[in-house]
């Protein structure tokens, strides 16, 4: 089930190196994501967006700062029921398209044939029914990736973290991804996190796009998108809202030299 996932007053530092000072990375973050919405954070390269998410999927600990996941505080990793996609995809290379959908679920003590059929499932749903057979070596980087996409979603994380799931395909198969990924949502519905540094991707997807300042990192503005889906990337709204936001980057980065 969607659930939301809120952020109050994280911040986060990595010890000094040698004589350097400690590099303070995140500082004071606050972002609420409604459940079954999808906000994407959009920073400049090494703002500290990987960071924040590897916190929010319990990889790493921050130094101060509370999450909370339909209103309920988490302090620990388990039972956090978050699911994450990386830039690099993941997947088990001695494992088959099926396999790698299956091993979210495997975890889970549910009958083999229930398994079976959810697999099926989004095997269907995704389109994979040629591959499922096949290693991911076989597959091209845009098939891996939505094999990635549905074994995150199989088991049905109640948050979603997306860390630039698409940068490393072509703009072609970028696109296809892009529109994919939301026909997906329209039927599930996932609360989804979304974070990148391209500006048209966040315009695209979401629902609010948070624009975070360079190091330290906190929210500096929450952009609304209202526009209906599917956007359209050439309408005179879209653009004034990519406008809106390359100036607050600019603006940021003026000020944080
Ligand atoms: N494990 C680590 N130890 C020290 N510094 C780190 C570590 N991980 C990330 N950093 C630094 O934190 C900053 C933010 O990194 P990152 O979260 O990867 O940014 P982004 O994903 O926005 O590009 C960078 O300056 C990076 O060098
Ligand atoms: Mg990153």
Known sequence: MAASLTIKGLSKSYPAQKDAVPLLVLESMDFHVPAGSIVSIAGLNGSGKTTLLRIIAGLESPDTGSMLIDEKI????????????FQEVALLPWRTVRQNIAVGLELDERPKT???DLVDDFITAFGLADYAGKYPKELSGGLRQK???ARTLAPGPGVVLMDEPFSALDCQTREEMLSFLLKV??????????VT??????LYLSDQVLVISPKPSRVAEIIPVT??????????????????????????????P
């Open 74 to 85: 988490k302090t620990s990793s388990s039972g956090r029921n978050i699911g994450m996609i």
């Open 114 to 116: 229930e398994l079976e």
């Open 147 to 149: 094999v990635a996409i």
């Open 185 to 194: 949502w329209a039927k599930r519905q996932d609360t989804i996190l979304f």
């Open 197 to 202: 540094h391209n500006i048209e991707e966040s």
């Open 227 to 256: 526009m209906p889906r599917p956007r359209d990337k050439t309408s005179l709204e879209f653009n004034m809202l990519r406008r809106r936001i390359i100036d607050v980057l600019r603006r940021l980065s003026e000020a944080n």
